[in-house]
């Protein structure tokens, strides 16, 4: 069974910073394209970074561009992301998604909670 497991969000205020980590059973996730999304109060659910498997090719959202920095511990099967310079825009529920290969899947974490405020 495949499980993704969040932990690290909570209150920040701005400019500080937090380290959110995912850790990853049940499938090979060394192979696995690691995501990062996130959802705040009333709008859609957007990527904020992606880190490939093989290559550890990373990709983020030009708002979160040269503060936030995706990695990836495959000893570990676990994927963070370093969040730094926070603003109160990047209040969100924060949430891990998992592309599968060998057999493909799709999978989501519950997500965890990011409060920007001073």
């Known amino acids: 069974q495949v499980q993704l497991a969040e932990s690290g969000g909570g209150l920040v205020q701005p400019g500080g910073s937090l380290r959110l980590s995912c850790a990853a059973s049940?499938?090979?996730?060394?192979?696995?394209?690691m995501s990062w999304y996130r959802q705040a109060p009333g709008k859609e659910r957007e990527l904020v970074a992606r880190?490939?498997?093989?290559?550890?090719?990373?990709n983020y959202a030009d708002s979160v561009k040269g503060r936030f920095t995706i990695s990836r511990d495959n000893s570990k099967n676990t994927v963070y992301l370093q969040m730094n310079s926070l603003k109160p825009e990047d209040t969100a529920v924060y949430y891990c998604?998992?592309?599968?290969?060998?057999?493909?899947?799709?999978?989501w974490g519950q997500g965890t909670q990011v409060t920007v405020s001073s």
């Open positions: 998604h998992a592309v599968t290969a060998g057999i493909f899947g799709v999978y």
């Open positions: 880190i490939i498997s093989i290559s550890g090719t990373t």
């Open positions: 049940g499938f090979t996730f060394s192979r696995a394209i």
